[in-house]
């Protein structure tokens, strides 16, 4: 038996073929040849070794081959071959097995040949009896009793005495038979053996014994053949053991078989056919029975009479049966169908091999024989019968018979017939309904009302198998189904879609396909049935439009939103097209825009993994939850984005899909009774992806019917519990490395439980809040600049139909107008009331409609003595203020959008009648000092210029005036001496004061007050010296020359010396590098002063607190790994050390000596790397500074060049807001630049 199976679409017919074996029934140590019948020489033929197994489970794969070798006789004739010979030690079950050959060519076409074959190691069952199992005979001939049976099929028999030499094989049929039997000569008890040989070759023995005793005289009577019908001849054979009697059978006897006959038969004993040996005490005769015989069926015992000379009579009897009715007989033609084929017409087949299903019986001989033939009754030889025949029908394609005889053991024959219908192509043999067709209209509405289109598809797995495409036919109904527009069903052959043109169609009606698939049996599907779609040939209305800024008025908002709606009675309206511009008579173009300003919730995550929502061999679906950690409110939509896949191959096959929101942590398959969203139901034909990364995206959108107000929510993802017909499995794409680690997921079995799947697997399950929520506002939010914008807006329904636009005008002025000056930076005033006038200010949108003026005697304007908008107007004048005092002013300008300029510059009014107040520095007047040049320093309360003079000299300007501080160097003589100072302020009012002071350039210092100062390393030390005379009188002007400083003995020669007057001298001095306590002695002149200096470092440190901390350390840092990131704390300080503990990290490093640094980096970065950088303090200077990511190595230098013909500059530094100490030490003669080289230091 041959079967085909097509398994990869439709391969080329070259490598169609047929497999077939030489022996279909086989047992082990059979050898068989598996040879495959093709039309091309370049394939590859492989019974695999699981195939192989059903057969011998100790054999490996076989590979058939056309190279004249191993069992294949002719080299590249398309005829594949391989032998094999089963093991002894096989013990694969018995049975029929269907064995599959993989073919396929170089171009990867496949297609699967099958070949059935029955395996039989079990041996045929056989009994034998003699003479009816009687114990005694006085007859060497005897009556055997024969009985065989075997599943698959009785082959042969055989038979011996006692001595075992064997007859030859003869036929023998499943059942019981009689033969008649000679026993070996002498007397004794007596053995037959029977070896019955089924058609595997295993044979069974069985054998009975009989007692012979010759010397009775009554011999046997027998009579051959055991059964007879009219018209044959039978032998009569007598074995008295005797010669010389006289033995008869009157015709009274043999009418009981004959009842024609007429006459007595004499048996011979005379060597004269049909005796063989004269004088053997065996007599013979033969008789025919008559044609016209009527004697009715049955077992007829014949009696024969023998007498001696002696007059002894003897009565022999024996059985015959006289059959005269053929055998029962029927046969039934199976045929084949391709592998796959659920419910096959038993009428037809698609293949030339065929098995024969033989029925036969026969109540008195019993079945002998059969043959076959096709309608050409060419019959085959007589063999013996069987329930199962393979067969091959005649060649052609069209309607075969095939005959079958039957002959019972008395040569009575039956002939019968069966016949079945050759399609070589399949078709008609298929008798399931294909599945019911998925129709799928042009979406839910339609903007035409003449035409309407389907489209749809269905699966028939045997015409798939076939390479056959289903046919189709459909017809339209309206009012659900209640009316259509053509009862008659419409033939559209094997397309799968079509256009109805010419119709007239209602508004507003929702029309529905109604269509069946068609099969190569002309067997049709059930309805299938579109979800209808609905004529809207109705346009939307004009949209209704607001926004934050009112129409047509200014407004100083550069983001402007605008929501808007329209309705549409039918269809709904589904999307808008729109446009911001400067043109009022824009009409916005048909393409709608899109909605994308979704806010995301949950990522997807994808590296090629899966999860099987729906099994296609159990029918079992699962579900997928997704925990998203977000609040929702009533009427939010939800978007669910997942990623699907076919399993195995891609095939037409809607699969259903269920998705839900629920609160409720999952406990079971089905938790849509506590959804908390729309349920969506959907049904796609998902394709297939070799790989699911590149899997296909769909998407669901949920409305919300229950608010989430505890930040997380779960998102269901099912298989459809009822979408039981799928080809392949359905996939979820996942990921077991890309996982949010900080929600949940689960996976619950339909019927089973749930597993919990948190941390181990991520799933491509794209969560986003839709930007238009159920009440299907619309908005949209721009940013514009200045000036009149126009938002045109018109609005689509879902069938297409465009409305008409709606305009919305707003007028736009962000930009504040130019900044009005007040006209005067300054003025003063000895009056209360003051003028102030001020420029215009411009703006060239929306134009300048007010001022507004302040007036403040504080300089911030916090509490203003006059603050008013005055109008559209550039001077206001203000009254009431208060003499002896300093008023600022500013203005500021609005637009007609409400932008204000910025203020103005701030001016000051002073009203002022007090002259400055004069307060002396030095000289004191309560001492002496040393030197005729003496500094006279002079401070006031208010700005002014000063000049001086000594007697009745004229005035001389001080060389620092014009501020608060003034000051002077003078030369004057010894003894008490008066100088004259004057000072006016901006308003010319002048204050006079004089100063008097003692010059002795004889007096010396005589005792100093020297303090203990302490410092910070690197710090700038000041320190005050207080030197007076021998006369305790304070000594002031002494010069720095006369100053000595020592730390720990040695001489300090940087320091400096400033006058404060009155004796009082403040010393500045670096403070050593190094820690610790420095006697300190101050000498001037004679006098001597000492003292101690505290230096210590300024240490900063950095504490980060962590518990479960696990730090690495470095020379210059110290850090920890957590999670994706690395923590640290590090510096540049040459003097630092770092410490840490299991719950924080510490680093203390010299304030005054370096940079600290605290840096949160990528978790795989180095970085210890910067290590060099810290210890040479270049970290800084690099490109791109950074603890864990590659430093950039090029170099770039960036400097300014200043150049002066005196002064040479080699560095330069920026300085920020604060108090600084200005160093300047002479570092002597540059003879490469030939100038003096100063160093200035900032600290």
């Given amino acids: 038996e041959v079967n085909v199976t097509v398994i990869t679409g439709a391969p080329p017919s070259e490598i169609y073929g047929t497999l077939s074996v030489n022996s279909s029934v086989l047992r082990n140590g059979s050898s068989v040849l598996f040879a495959f019948a093709g039309s091309a020489t370049n394939l590859n033929i492989t019974i695999n070794q699981t195939e192989m197994h059903k057969l011998d489970n100790t054999s490996g794969a076989m590979i058939l081959n056309d190279s004249g070798i191993n069992g294949d006789y002719l080299m590249d004739d398309a005829v594949y071959s391989a032998s094999y010979t089963l093991s002894m030690l096989n013990n694969a079950s018995d049975g029929m097995k269907q064995l599959f050959a993989d073919v396929n060519d170089s171009a990867a076409n496949q297609f699967r040949a099958a070949v059935n074959v029955t395996l039989d190691n079990t041996r045929p069952n056989v009994t034998i009896m003699a003479n009816d199992n009687v114990s005694l005979t006085i007859y060497r001939i005897v009556q055997l009793k024969v009985t065989v049976n075997d599943s698959v099929g009785v082959g042969s028999c055989r038979f011996a005495n006692e001595d075992r030499a ?10 019981t038979a009689l033969k008649v039997w000679q026993l070996s000569t002498s007397s004794a008890n007596k053995t037959v053996v029977v070896q019955a040989r089924d058609l595997a070759g295993n044979v069974q023995e069985h054998n009975d014994t009989i007692e012979l005793k010759l010397s009775i005289p009554l011999g046997p009577l027998t009579i051959s053949p055991p059964v007879v019908k009219n018209n044959d001849s039978i032998t009569l054979f007598y074995d008295s053991g005797t010669a010389g009697l006289a033995v008869i059978m009157n015709s009274t006897e043999l009418q009981r078989l004959d009842n024609t006959s007429a006459v007595d038969v004499v048996l011979h004993d005379d060597g004269a056919s049909p005796d063989s040996v004269a004088n053997d005490g065996i007599y013979t005769t033969n008789y025919s029975i008559s044609i016209l015989n009527n004697v009715s069926d049955g ?21 015959v049966t006289l059959d005269n009715t053929r055998p029962n007989a029927t046969v039934a033609i199976l045929g084949l169908s391709p592998a796959g084929f659920a419910n096959a017409s038993t009428e037809y087949t698609f293949s030339r091999s065929v098995t024969l299903a033989v029925s036969f019986n026969d109540t008195l001989a019993g079945v002998g024989s059969c043959r076959f033939a096709n309608e050409n009754l060419e019959f085959t030889g007589w063999e013996g019968c069987q329930q199962a025949k393979g067969w091959l029908l005649s060649d052609g394609n069209g309607n075969k018979t095939v005959v079958v005889e039957v002959r019972d053991a008395a040569g009575n024959a039956n ?38 289109h389907a489209r749809w598809n269905s699966t028939d797995y045997e015409n798939t198998l076939l390479g056959r495409s289903l046919e189709w036919e459909y017809r339209i109904a309206f009012d659900s189904f209640a009316r259509r527009l053509n009862d008659t069903w419409q033939y559209s052959g094997t397309s799968s879609d079509v256009t109805v043109y010419g119709l007239n169609l209602s508004n507003g009606t929702n029309y529905m396909f109604e269509v069946r698939a068609i099969n190569t049996a002309g067997v049709r599907s059930a309805n299938g049935t579109s979800d209808g779609i609905t004529v809207d040939i109705s346009a939307p209305s004009a949209p209704s439009v607001n926004s934050t800024h009112a129409q047509n008025a200014w407004s100083s908002g550069s983001s402007v939103q605008f929501n808007w709606t329209s309705t549409d009675t039918i269809s709904g309206v589904v999307s808008y097209s729109y446009v911001l511009d400067r043109n009022a008579t824009t009409i916005p173009d048909n393409v709608p825009e899109s909605e994308n300003d979704h806010t995301g919730l949950a990522s997807s995550y994808n590296d090629g993994k899966s999860t099987i929502i729906k099994y296609n061999g159990t029918g079992t679906a699962a579900a997928v939850f997704v925990e998203v950690r977000a609040n929702l409110s009533s009427n939010d939509v ?27 942590v999952p406990t079971a398959f089905a938790m849509n009774s506590s959804n908390i969203s729309l349920i969506s139901d959907t049904s796609q034909d998902v394709a297939f ?45 996942a990921s077991n490395t890309s996982i949010d680690q900080a929600v949940q997921s689960y996976v619950c079995t339909e019927g089973g439980s749930c597993s919990n799947t948190t941390g181990t697997a991520g799933y491509a399950i794209k969560v986003e809040l839709r930007d238009l929520r159920q009440d299907e506002i619309w908005d949209r939010t721009y940013t514009v600049g200045d000036g009149s914008f126009h938002f045109h807006v018109k609005a689509r329904d ?76 550039t001077n206001r004048t203000v009254t009431g203020l208060t003499a002896d005092a300093t008023y600022h002013a500013r203005v ?51 700005k002014a210029m000063c000049t001086y003079r000594e007697g009745s000299d004229p005035y001389r300007n001080f060389t620092y005036t014009n501020s608060t501080y003034h000051e002077a160097r003078a030369s004057t003589g010894t003894g008490s001496r008066s100088f004259d100072v004057q000072c006016k302020d901006v308003v010319l009012n002048t204050g006079t004061a004089t100063l008097t002071f003692t010059v002795s350039t004889t007096s010396t210092a005589s005792s100093l007050a020297l303090q203990s100062p302490a410092a910070f390393t690197g710090d700038v030390v000041k320190t005050d010296v ?16 006369a100053f000595a400083l020592k730390l720990n003995g040695a001489d300090v020669a940087d320091f400096s010396v400033f006058d404060n007057g009155a004796g009082n001298y403040t010393l500045m001095f670096d403070a050593p590098p190094v820690n610790g306590s420095y006697a300190m002695r101050v000498d001037v002149g004679a006098a001597t002063a000492t003292g101690t200096l505290t230096v210590q470092a300024l240490l900063f440190t950095v504490q980060y607190v962590q518990p479960g901390v696990s730090a690495s350390a470095a020379d210059r840092l110290v850090y920890f790994v957590a999670g994706n990131f690395t923590l640290g704390l590090a510096t540049d300080s040459r003097s630092s050390f770092r410490t840490s503990t299991s719950t924080a990290l510490n680093q203390t490093s010299d304030a005054k000596d370096g940079t600290a640094y605290i840096f949160v980096t990528r978790q795989s970065g180095d970085v210890e790397r910067v290590e060099g950088l810290l210890k040479e303090r270049k970290f800084l200077d690099a490109i791109n500074p950074s603890f864990g990511y590659a430093i950039d190595k090029d170099a770039f230098v960036v400097f300014t060049d200043l150049e002066y013909d005196d002064i040479t500059l080699s560095g330069n530094r920026t300085l920020t807001t604060g108090r600084y100490n200005l160093i300047i030490e002479n570092k002597g003669f540059d003879t490469t630049v030939n100038k003096t080289k100063l160093e200035v230091r900032v600290q």
């Fill in 689 to 733: 992806a070799s790989s699911v990364l590149d899997s296909t995206a769909y998407t669901v959108e949920l409305p919300v019917g229950t608010a989430v107000t505890g930040s997380a929510f779960f998102v269901a993802v099912a298989g459809d519990v009822s979408d039981d017909g799928n080809r392949h499995n359905l996939r979820v794409a």
């Fill in 638 to 664: 939800v978007r669910v984005t997942v990623q699907l896949a076919e399993g195995s191959t891609e095939s037409s096959d809607a699969m259903g899909l269920r998705a839900y929101l629920v609160q409720a």
């Fill in 1026 to 1041: 207080i030197v007076t005379t021998s006369l305790g009188q304070r000594l002031g002007e002494i010069g720095e020359a």
């Fill in 299 to 319: 077992v007829k015992r014949l009696t024969l009479t023998a007498n001696d000379s002696e007059g002894n009579y003897f009565r022999p009897a024996a059985n």
């Fill in 892 to 942: 500021h300008s609005r637009n007609l959008a409400g932008v204000n300029s910025s203020w103005s510059s701030a001016v000051s009014t002073v009203i002022d009648t007090t002259a400055p107040s004069i307060t002396f520095s030095k000289p004191s007047s309560t001492g002496v000092v040393a030197s005729q040049d003496v500094v006279l320093a002079v401070n006031t309360d208010e």
């Fill in 798 to 873: 879902a069938a297409g139909n465009i409305g008409q636009a709606a305009n919305y005008t707003i007028l736009v002025d962000s930009s504040q107008p130019s900044t009005p000056q007040l006209n005067e930076t300054s003025q003063y005033t000895n009056t209360t009331s003051v003028t102030f006038n001020w420029t215009h200010s411009t703006d060239a949108d929306s134009g300048v409609d007010n001022y507004s003026l302040q007036v403040d005697s504080n300089s911030d304007f916090s509490s203003p003595e006059y603050y008013q908008w005055v109008g559209n107007v």
């Fill in 415 to 452: 002939r019968t017939n069966d016949t079945i219908f050759l399609n070589t192509s399949g078709a008609g043999i298929d008798l399931s309904p294909p599945a019911t067709p998925t129709v799928v209209d042009d979406g839910r509405y339609t903007g035409i009302d003449n035409s309407l």
């Fill in 166 to 175: 064997f007859t030859g094989w003869e036929p023998c049929a499943a059942g």
